[in-house]
């Protein structure tokens, strides 16, 4: 089980887009998966639209035990294949930025829990958790029982900023509490190729976080909002510029599952490389597809890197 955090220190810069993301394309893959929704806003939540629960993750937070996990826990109107943990505006009376390491350990022995005890026959192959834009507890608690984290940034003055805010915090769980916690990397979303200031932030995120920054964006499409707006994956919206975005997050998916080890949360004795893809089709990792014509921008969802210089 992989348990991946998707986070930046800075607000609207679409971590729920890319928590969702992810899920979407786990569940093309056939990967069953938990999102984890730790913002107080529930906007994964909402997309997710999970039946009606009595407990939240408000109520694991503070009590990490099977039979709360199992009271928070509800399927999406996705798939069986997809769950949800829940979110609430109650978590925001929880996000305390002091708290300590024995509360901020609380979410992963839930994990744990969840881990050692599935909820059924199939456990969790990914867990997506959707943090907060803020560095308090929630966040916290996030990176303290994650594998991996994925950070989100536009490409602008202020995100980059964020982005950078939140490598540090990174580091500094990584060497206070989770040894474990490995930055996966830095992923541009709503990029207009177009944009002589995006083309500006993108060599600077080059220039500060190297290769962490992925060799792939996910363009400004309208398709995202559609999709999120009727409570669909973005892989299951038919239009141009869906099928572009969701090419994209099974590249995202493709380097998350092939780190370099499938995450703490595993059964004793497995190989610590990342899983292999089920059978069947891979997903295009290496090559960027061919961008389908289409009215909403011809732009493709290639590196920044390689934005033609005269684009205005």
Known sequence: MHTVAVLSLKGGVGKTTVAL??????????????VVDL???????????????????????????????ERAIAPSVW?????????????ELLNDPDADSERLANFSRALDELHRTPLRETPYELVVLD????????????????????????????????????????EKIRKDLNPDLR???????????????????IAELRENFGSL?????????????????ACSPIHEWHSPGAQEIALTFNMVLAKIL??????????????????????????????????????ETPETPEAPAEVSESAG
């Not at 798939?79 to 978590?91: A, M, Q, Y």
């Open 213 to 229: 920054v992925m060799p792939t964006a996910i363009t400004d499409r309208l398709a995202v909002q559609q999709a999120q707006g």
């Open 79 to 91: 798939s069986e294949d997809v769950d949800v943990l829940v979110g609430t505006e109650e978590l």
């Open 258 to 295: 092939r780190s370099n080890r499938a995450g703490r949360h595993r059964i004793a004795g497995e190989e610590a490389e990342g899983p292999d893809w089920p059978e069947g089709p891979a997903p295009e990792t290496a090559e960027a597809p061919e961008t389908p014509e289409t009215s």
């Open 131 to 170: 943090c907060p834009p803020s560095l308090g507890r929630l966040t916290k608690s996030a990176l303290v029982a994650a594998d991996s984290a994925l950070i989100v940034t536009e490409p602008t003055m202020y995100a980059v900023a964020g982005a950078s805010r939140a490598l540090e915090a990174i």
């Open 183 to 201: 930055p996966i990397g830095v992923l541009v979303n709503k990029l207009r190729a177009r944009s002589y200031e995006h083309q500006f932030r």
């Open 21 to 34: 993301g992810i899920a979407s394309a786990a569940l093309r893959r056939g990967t069953r998966t938990l």
């Open 39 to 69: 913002d107080p806003q529930g906007n994964a939540t909402t997309s997710l639209d999970p039946p009606y629960t009595d407990a939240t993750l408000a109520d694991v937070l503070e009590t990490p035990t099977r039979e709360m996990l």
